[in-house]
């Protein structure tokens, strides 16, 4: 009798956890992948000589940066309590002696617009994420190209200051355009 209800105790807590439902995260980032063709597959990909700067000033933008990762999102923020994404942007930017700015769409006009092939560490990346998409709102710093794989540190307002990978879906159709400014 005891194994009758030790096992009907078991049926019920494998059968019985399926009726409550899962509280959803979006701690792990959504990732999509397009397949492309074999025509497209045949036509040879030229990628430019990606240029090294001599000085570190790149480096020394992305380490100050990177202290704040982990600053949850506040919007017009400027401090390890709370910043957004061009604030994140101009405190670092700041720090090393360079003016920019404060909001993206304007720091958008400033530097000079380069395609994804040419990016490297230190340029900026802008982002419409706006249902209306009128005009750039977000704006992120790349800390590392690794082959196609750009990351980049940003602000969101769901998990503070974190970097991203701009092949993730999301990212990737809010894309806009690619700064260099040093």
């Known amino acids: 009798m005891l194994h009758r209800a030790l096992y009907l105790i078991a049926i019920l ?3 019985g956890c ?3 439902k899962k509280k959803r995260t979006y701690r ?3 990732t999509i992948s397009v397949e492309g063709t074999k025509e497209e ?3 040879p990909v030229l990628k430019p000589k990606k240029e ?3 000085d570190g000033r790149a480096d020394d933008i992305i380490a100050t940066a990177m ?3 982990g600053t949850r999102y506040k919007y017009g923020g400027t401090t390890k309590k709370g910043m957004d994404c061009s604030g994140l942007l ?3 930017l700041k720090k090393n002696d360079i003016i920019f700015p404060r909001v993206s769409y304007q720091m958008a006009e400033k530097g000079k617009r380069i395609k994804i092939p040419q990016v490297q560490k230190g340029d900026l990346l802008f982002f419409k994420t706006s249902k209306s998409g ?5 704006v992120g710093l790349v800390v590392d190209v690794n082959g196609d794989d750009i990351k980049f540190i940003h602000s969101t307002t769901s998990r503070g200051v974190i970097v991203s990978s701009l092949r993730e879906g999301y990212w990737n159709y809010s894309f806009v355009k690619a700064t260099r400014f040093l």
């Open 13 to 15: 807590l494998v059968f």
């Open 18 to 20: 399926g009726t409550t």
């Open 28 to 30: 792990a980032p959504k």
């Open 41 to 43: 597959e045949s036509v």
């Open 52 to 54: 090294k700067r001599k």
């Open 67 to 69: 202290t704040f990762s």
């Open 90 to 92: 101009y405190v670092s």
């Open 134 to 138: 009128k005009r750039i709102n977000h």
